[in-house]
């Protein structure tokens, strides 16, 4: 029975993990094909990545989708890590409020927090441009400040756990070390917690990538990102330049999380070699 369970569970495993992929990997091939054409494979060719770096609409979206992502994944970084310390020295019922009003982005349906903030930008602008009598739209800075604001809640929630892992007398013993604020964070606390914010960075970039609601309503009609070109693109005909296009950016993706699990591996063992070397010295000394 054991024997059959097992076999059963892997080929649900097996079949979950096709039904997840199998539309990649079929985008994939067609990337490659000679014929424009979705369920037809004529051939294979190069030809759609060539014409995908001749486009110049598709490359300006991806350049304004990289810098949008960069840029608002290191701002909602750093002020996530320190709201995240901040947080973690209230008292917990404070704390817990907080963090109650902080998920609500996280749960909340894109198109609310998209619409609201269109809403927003939109009524500041005009009353900002009436009173000084400018010409303010919606544009790359609104953009921007969408991204960070719906990024920095992710960081927040990456880090905090990582600082209750924390010992909470390590940073009351480096200033009585004589170690400043500064020094004891960015010394002590700092290199404890950068699993987390090296994880709250990463989800903020890909969020940011991968993010069309909240871009579609506060982008306005002069910036595109790649995923709102995309959309417009399918309105015609869906070029097999988008297959290549996803293609790359899927190998981008793997080859990250790639690294990334090898050096958090490399870490672990590194860890356990330095407990073992601890536990194998307080043995020696006893």
């Given at each position: 029975?054991?024997?059959?369970?097992?076999?059963?569970?892997r080929?649900f495993?097996?079949?979950?993990?096709?039904?997840?992929?199998?539309p990649?990997?079929?985008?994939i091939i067609?990337?490659f094909?000679?014929?424009?054409?979705r369920t037809?494979?004529?051939?294979?060719?190069?030809?759609?990545?060539?014409k995908?770096?001749q486009?110049?609409?598709?490359?300006?979206a991806?350049?304004?989708?990289?810098?949008?992502?960069?840029?608002?994944?290191?701002?909602?970084?750093?002020a996530?890590?320190?709201?995240?310390?901040?947080?973690y020295?209230?008292r917990?019922?404070t704390?817990?409020?907080?963090?109650?009003?902080?998920?609500?982005?996280?749960?909340?349906a894109d198109?609310?927090?998209?619409v609201s903030?269109?809403?927003?930008f939109?009524?500041?602008?005009a009353?900002?441009?009436?009173i000084?009598?400018?010409?303010?739209?919606?544009g790359?800075?609104?953009?921007?400040?969408?991204?960070?604001?719906f990024?920095?809640?992710y960081?927040?929630?990456?880090?905090?756990?990582k600082?209750r892992?924390?010992?909470?007398?390590?940073?009351?013993a480096?200033?009585d070390?004589?170690?400043?604020w500064i020094?004891?964070?960015?010394?002590v606390?700092?290199?404890?917690i950068?699993?987390?914010i090296?994880?709250?960075?990463i989800?903020?970039?890909?969020?940011?990538?991968?993010?069309?609601?909240?871009?579609?309503?506060?982008?306005?009609?002069r910036?595109?990102?790649?995923?709102m070109e995309?959309?417009a693109?399918?309105k015609k005909?869906?070029?097999?330049?988008?297959?290549?296009?996803?293609?790359?950016?899927?190998?981008?993706?793997?080859?990250?999380?790639?690294i990334?699990?090898?050096?958090q591996?490399?870490?672990e063992?590194?860890?356990?070699k330095?407990?073992?070397?601890?536990s194998?010295?307080?043995?020696?000394a006893?």
């Amino acid at each position: 029975m054991k024997k059959q369970n097992r076999v059963f569970t892997r080929i649900f495993e097996a079949l979950i993990f096709l039904f997840l992929y199998a539309p990649i990997f079929i985008l994939i091939i067609f990337s490659f094909n000679e014929n424009r054409s979705r369920t037809v494979y004529e051939g294979f060719t190069f030809d759609w990545y060539i014409k995908l770096f001749q486009n110049e609409s598709i490359l300006n979206a991806l350049w304004v989708t990289l810098l949008v992502s960069a840029i608002a994944a290191v701002v909602a970084t750093v002020a996530g890590t320190f709201t995240a310390v901040g947080l973690y020295s209230m008292r917990r019922r404070t704390r817990d409020a907080i963090l109650a009003v902080n998920n609500i982005p996280v749960i909340n349906a894109d198109i609310i927090t998209g619409v609201s903030m269109s809403l927003l930008f939109v009524s500041f602008f005009a009353i900002l441009n009436r009173i000084l009598g400018l010409e303010i739209e919606l544009g790359f800075g609104t953009l921007l400040i969408a991204h960070i604001t719906f990024n920095i809640p992710y960081v927040i929630l990456s880090v905090l756990p990582k600082l209750r892992q924390l010992d909470k007398n390590l940073f009351e013993a480096a200033q009585d070390l004589g170690a400043t604020w500064i020094q004891s964070f960015f010394k002590v606390i700092l290199p404890e917690i950068r699993p987390g914010i090296v994880s709250g960075l990463i989800m903020a970039f890909t969020l940011s990538i991968d993010d069309f609601v909240i871009s579609y309503f506060t982008a306005g009609s002069r910036v595109q990102t790649l995923s709102m070109e995309i959309y417009a693109m399918t309105k015609k005909r869906i070029s097999p330049e988008i297959n290549a296009l996803s293609t790359l950016l899927f190998i981008t993706v793997l080859v990250l999380l790639i690294i990334i699990n090898v050096r958090q591996a490399r870490q672990e063992k590194a860890a356990e070699k330095k407990m073992r070397a601890l536990s194998s010295d307080s043995g020696s000394a006893n």
